[in-house]
């Protein structure tokens, strides 16, 4: 068996837990035995930490696949996919480790699997160095549906850094196969809107504190549109712990969403909360490209799978989507190219990404 297996450095390029969530995703859709070293050799922890764990537990699960090496630390996993079956599935990190990223590892599998399936994902739902899960509602469902399926993603309760405790349930129906995308008309920003929210022991008062801040912000560049960031205070009983943020989405005439957010933090002003955010989304709007830096790499692997040619126009190309795309065609007989885009003015630093998809069919259906 092990002449056949793919061998993955998960040390190179972005060198962290997304090359493990792109190519376990990808060695399940496609039945590639797998072996992974290095993993995440570059970062402060190597290794697998909870998160990356109970995603790689997950995917297993849901195929009926062997993992070995499946420790909290471990730089080496082999895995073994089986038939992808659907069903009732739970993931927890036991941690405040990121849902949304669990999501990016179960997601792609599940659209591929024999039946409906619904996955308790558990952990953080507002993480630093992760998409918060309003961003994943608000900005990546409505795209990643034009890939031509549907999910339903139910917010049971939110949890926050240190301690989690978060649950969110996602359903899905498999398809048998995907429609390649084509975002490459920015159009113009239509309307802005958002949220800002605490939670637990915190008074509304920040929430409305960062809506504000994020607001004067935008407007020092947009003067004409009606801004909307609600502050929300989360009810007790949808929250666990303490916690604030902000997720602020610009949409566009050609129904393109970017967004900015960020999330609050013992000693950090709100008012600096609400201006990261929006200082982030007026980045986002300056290079003229469709998506922003967020939703870039996790079209990928969709883009990769689908039939046909999909384009999508971006902003400067960042190193997590360069690995997505690496490791994809390293999998996938897909084939990428990224060139500059030339028709707006010079200044812009927009590109195109074509990718020819490998056209997966699923199997089951």
Known sequence: MDGDRVEIDGGIMEGGGQILRVSTALSCLLGLPLRVRRIRAGRSQPGLRPQHLSGLEMVRDLCDGKLNGG?????????????IKGGTHIADTKTAGSVCLLMQVAMPCVLF?????ELHLKGGTNAEMAPQIDYTVMVFKPIVEKFNFTFNCDIKRRGY???GGGEVVLQM??????????????????KIYGRAFVAGALPIKLAKDMSAAAVRCIRREIRDLYINIQPVREPDDQAVGTG????????TSTGCLLAGSSLGKRGKNADKVGIEAAEMLLQNLKHGGTVDDSLQDQLIIFMALAKGVSRVKSGPITLHTQTAIHFAE?????KFTVTKSEEENPGNDTYIIECQGMGMINPNL
Not at 330 to 334: D, G, P, R, V, W
């Open 244 to 251: 604030s943020g902000i997720i602020i989405v610009a949409e």
């Open 113 to 117: 699997a024999a039946s409906p399936s």
């Open 71 to 83: 420790e909290i630390g471990s730089t080496e996993i082999t895995f073994t996919p089986g038939k």
């Open 330 to 334: 390293q999998l996938t007989k897909a």
């Open 173 to 190: 129906s498999p398809v048998k196969e995907l429609s390649p995308i084509n975002l490459t008309e920015r159009g113009t920003v239509t």
């Open 161 to 163: 850094y240190p301690q």
